[in-house]
T-cell receptor, first 113, second 109 residues
């Protein structure tokens, strides 16, 4: 089975811009979770989508949003970028109802200048 | 108190030794526990999951769970330099995983 894919892998944006990141889960997985990873804060949960619905949301400002499509692919959007948004953004897919094991994609490295 | 706590390390062990990584969690109702390995510049990779008290072995890895003490550990036998990485403990809480900050493991050859 192909793993989780994320695009783009690297991104450089300017403060104030917006960005959209994409995630394709493992075939058959219907749940996609997004995380932000920084050296200072570690892995922080952003949100989870299942069947096109946001099931859970972490403690991030409204500038961070996401959505999921009928094919389970997911996107996250960050508007009005700030320098502190520079991070590795990871998505993970899982098949809920089972073991809840999550499998991570390679991540998108976002740098805000 | 953080929800999931790990010693940040680094934990240094000689090649061939047993590496012992520990994790405590605060939510008593948690039922699912995971260990991930993350190499520098890479994404986390799931290496072990455990759901019931006791030990679970997979190759050189053994996960141990004690729900009464709210404690999860990972033992790596016959440690190899390739095991050098950050090990993340994760606990399922609601519909999300809560991660510890990770323990850096260094295996010296």
């Amino acid at each position: 089975k192909a793993g989780v894919t994320q695009t783009p892998r690297y991104l450089i944006k300017t403060r104030g811009q917006q960005v959209t990141l994409s995630c394709s889960p493992i075939s058959g997985h219907r749940s996609v979770s997004w995380y932000q990873q920084t050296p200072g804060q570690g892995l922080q949960f952003l949100f989870e989508y299942f069947s096109e619905t946001q099931r859970n949301k972490g403690n991030f400002p409204g500038r961070f949003s996401g959505r999921q499509f009928s094919n389970s692919r997911s996107e996250m959007n960050v508007s009005t970028l700030e320098l502190g948004d520079s991070a590795l953004y990871l998505c993970a897919s899982s098949n809920p109802g089972g073991t809840y094991e999550q499998y991570f994609g390679p991540g998108t490295r976002l740098t805000v200048t | 108190q953080k929800e999931v706590e790990q010693n940040s390390g680094p934990l240094s062990v000689p090649e061939g030794a047993i590496a012992s990584l520990n994790c405590t969690y605060s939510d008593r109702v948690s039922q699912s526990f995971f260990w991930y390995r993350q190499y520098s510049g890479k994404s986390p990779e799931l290496i072990m999951s455990i759901y019931s008290n006791g030990d679970k072995e997979d190759g050189r890895f053994t996960a141990q769970l004690n729900k009464a003490s709210q404690y999860v550990s990972l033992l790596i036998r016959d440690s190899q330099p390739s095991d050098s990485a950050t090990y993340l403990c994760a606990v399922k809480g609601g519909n999300k995983l809560v991660f510890g900050a990770g323990t850096i493991l260094r295996v010296k050859s």
